[in-house]
């Protein structure tokens, strides 16, 4: 396959700029992390000061917990800032979990420029296990009451879905933030604007507790085909949303470790006679 490594090495080396500049606005994080390990310390670090905001956010997410630490330690204090506020809700908490092991100081100074309500959900997150649907949830769903009607819904979706990590689906929970009902963009858009919420919800809803299993949450998804599953806390309040990006690096990494394990293991030679 032919990757961005050539002609990205080139712009660096150069120090063209503009080169770099266009190069990057135009590949996808996930391309220069399949080059990530070919590249230069010092490089790898250019591209992260110079990637578009939320590129920079999207390829930090998916590095190793000691080199996040590390680039929140070196990179510029206004870059450091803008990667914290692009990421959702649980990769800073995977990234604070990680800042916090190498650097318990920077942790904290970093935690401390936060805005108090992503400070305080940050908080909570680091407190569920990371191999439970509460260390992979983000609490940036949506949720409804039952008794909005539908033009209300989507009035209000216009405020709320820059902020939330997914819009395709709409939780609906009662006076105590119980979960009660779930409905899918298509079924609000194509519904009249006048019904309200309750009449439109599903209210058999597929959820996972806290405390679920990292492996039960992938096993739902993929048995149910969702994309999105809502997570709820020991009183059945909606607490988080488990989307299933999160889930595909968990089996990834599971896979891994399996594969390792059988690398481990010792093969009699037969198996490889013909
Ligand atoms: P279709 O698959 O028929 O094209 P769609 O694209 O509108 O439908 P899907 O994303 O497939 O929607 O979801 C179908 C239905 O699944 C939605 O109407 C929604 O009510 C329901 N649904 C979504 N999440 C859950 C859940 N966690 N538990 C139960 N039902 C859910
Ligand atoms: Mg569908």
Redesign the pocket.
């Known amino acids: 396959m032919e990757t961005v490594l050539n002609p990205l090495v080139q712009a660096l080396e150069e120090g063209d700029t503009l080169k770099l500049k266009s190069i990057l606005e135009n590949t996808h994080p996930q391309a220069l992390l399949e080059v990530w390990d070919e590249l230069k310390g010092e490089h790898r670090y250019v591209l992260l000061t110079l990637l578009p905001k939320e590129k920079a956010a999207e390829l930090f997410s998916h590095l190793p917990p000691e080199a996040q630490a590390e680039y929140l330690k070196t990179l510029p204090p206004w870059r450091v800032r803008e990667i914290l506020e692009e990421l959702s809700l649980d990769d800073l908490a995977d990234a604070f979990q990680a800042v916090e092991e190498e650097d318990p100081a920077l942790a904290q100074r970093l935690k401390a420029a936060l805005d108090p309500e992503t400070r305080a959900e940050v908080e909570e997150l680091t407190q569920y296990e990371e191999d439970e649907a509460g260390g992979l949830m983000t609490p940036e769903y949506i949720a409804l009451k039952s008794s909005m009607t539908v033009e209300e819904v989507l009035r209000f979706l216009r405020r709320a879905a820059p902020d939330a990590e997914t819009i ?2 709409l939780y609906v929970v009662d006076e105590e933030g119980r979960l009660i009902g ?3 963009l ?2 609000l858009i194509v519904a009249d604007p006048r019904t309200r919420v309750k009449e439109i ?2 209210p ?4 996972v507790r806290t405390d679920t299993d990292q492996e039960e949450v992938a096993r739902l998804m993929a048995d ?7 997570v709820v806390d020991e009183e059945g309040r909606l607490v988080g949303i488990v989307t299933i990006d999160d889930v595909v690096d968990v089996l990834e990494e599971e896979a891994t470790e399996d594969i390792h394990k059988l690398a481990a293991v010792d093969v009699p030679d037969l198996v490889y006679s013909q």
């Open positions: 395709y689906y779930v409905l899918s298509r079924d919800m599903n058999e809803v597929i959820f149910y085909d969702f994309t999105v599953l809502p």
